[in-house]
């Protein structure tokens, strides 16, 4: 079996082990519904928490299966065509998505935040099977324009940023839902409950927005660039370049809602929302839909 062989069986793996991980993580939340916030104090066996847990547990642990396996992939396919694996849109989604779920293994360890795996799974999972089925092409030398060190710095920064507002997103969803059912008095049960509260949940997100933002803003200028360096001109209003600039203005006008008096919470996370349903079509509807300078990286 080849190297590019290797990496296109870890690929489909790793897709459907983020999809197990999704389904586990779906156990984990059905299992919680209708428990109770405080747990028994006469010392009788919570079973029903038991299995919520072991759900998560296992989700975790499948999510770990896949990242691995995931990252074999990534760095089978750079070592079957000799370079940095981003030459093309299918290998950059599934980069992607690998910063994506590194950063949420992290925020799980370090921050216990298991409660972002239903969100970052499915996203895995999707994203991963769109690679394997629809973007997959196969090894292939790079393109002269893609020859340079800002094709790292510029794609390398991109998948940073791109990490940090899905992981942002699937904050600002839970935020949402968590806020609608603070707002209508009942209770918080079942896996809501193991949430952080609604006004944490807006700080999470939108730290990882703060975060993400300058990166952001430092991918178009490396990009700017690196089109001097390719094609002799700065900006050239290519549908990707037009667009990773509305996806900018987006971010731009959620951060600065955010930091208005009465614009925090709903409308900021909404505004988030709409920021990375705009990132996605920049790297995968563009690609799709319009020709321009970056045809290359299409499908």
Known sequence: MSVAEVSDLSMVTAAVAYLVAFFLHSA???SARGLATVRPDDGSEDRPRIRVDLMGRLAVGMTVLAFVVHTLAVVARGVAADRAPWGNMYEFVSASLLFAVSVYLVAAWK?????????????AAVGLGASVTVFYVDVA???????S????IHIVAAAIAGAA???GAIASVLYLVRKRVEASGAPVRGYLAKLPNAAALDVFAYRLHAFAFPLWTFTIAAGAIWAQYAWGRFWNWDPKETWSFVTWVIYAAYLHARATAGWKGTPAAIIAIIGVLSFWFN?????????GLHSYAGI
Not at 141 to 147: D, G, I, K, Q, T
Not at 283 to 291: A, D, K, Q
């Open 149 to 152: 060190v800002w094709f790292i």
């Open 165 to 167: 507002f899905n992981i």
């Open 111 to 123: 921050l216990g935040a298991r409660w972002l795996g239903i969100g970052v799974t499915l996203l």
């Open 283 to 291: 790297f995968v509807g563009v690609n799709l839909l319009f020709s």
């Open 141 to 147: 030398p790079l393109v002269p324009a893609l020859h």
């Open 28 to 30: 984990e939340w059905g």
